[in-house]
């Protein structure tokens, strides 16, 4: 069975990028959500250029105009792009057509909010804590047998599984579901939103790597 990969999301400083990507980070999140704690404006964002290629850089939106997604993909340093907030199927579409990957989140915590993800044509599909109004990046967990029953109706996708993950649970997260990929922001944090607790990178890289 491939290894799962491994996404850092949030990361707002040159510095912990780079180190971010010397642990092993294969994907790199980059917030450019302007409501975000984790936000990076789009002219402080020169540095992304020089972040290893070994880490492919994410851009990670919520509800974001065409004009703008166009105007990030341009920069010519994602590899991706996040859609975290209600994008319509039909955007999805228009995303993609910019040329790069679409990874469209989905926050849940019934089965019935697993219903709409069929209605987008995307492969990528990340699954994260409900929240009425936040966007991610808050630490809850959601019902991981969600997560298995996505994996069950929909082979066919690959799966970013997001929402509370540590050092501690990611592990047991790993064993279980064997995810494409899982998905970290405030689980390797230690207070401010965006800054990074290196140590809790390493440890939940390795427990990544380290799961049967």
Not at 31 to 45: G, I, V
Not at 114 to 138: K, T, W
Request: aromatic letters at 8%.
């Amino acid at each position: 069975m491939p290894s799962t990969l491994i996404k850092i999301c949030g990361v707002t400083q040159p510095e912990q990028a780079q180190a971010i990507a010397d642990l092993g980070a294969d994907f790199i999140g980059i917030n450019f959500w302007p409501k975000s704690k984790r936000y990076l404006p789009l002219s402080a964002a020169a540095w992304l250029v020089d972040v290893p290629r070994t880490s492919r850089l994410v851009g990670v939106f919520v509800n974001p105009d065409l004009g703008y997604l166009k105007e990030v993909a341009d920069l010519g340093v994602l590899s991706a792009l996040q859609l975290h907030g209600d994008e319509t199927p039909e955007f999805c579409a228009e995303a993609q057509s910019l040329g790069l990957p679409v990874i469209k989140a989905f926050q849940v915590q019934d089965e019935a909010m697993l219903a709409p993800i069929d209605l987008h044509p995307v492969q990528d599909i990340l699954l994260d804590a409900y929240h009425p109004q936040e966007r991610g990046g808050l630490g809850h967990t959601f019902p991981w047998e969600l997560a298995t029953l996505f994996q069950a109706r929909h082979p066919e996708h690959r799966l970013y599984l997001a929402g509370g993950l540590t050092p501690e649970n990611v592990g047991t997260a790993v064993t279980g579901l064997h995810p494409y990929a899982v998905d970290v922001a405030s689980g390797v944090e230690s207070g401010t939103p965006g800054i990074k607790d290196l140590e809790k990178v390493r440890a939940f890289v390795d427990a990544v790597r380290s799961a049967p």
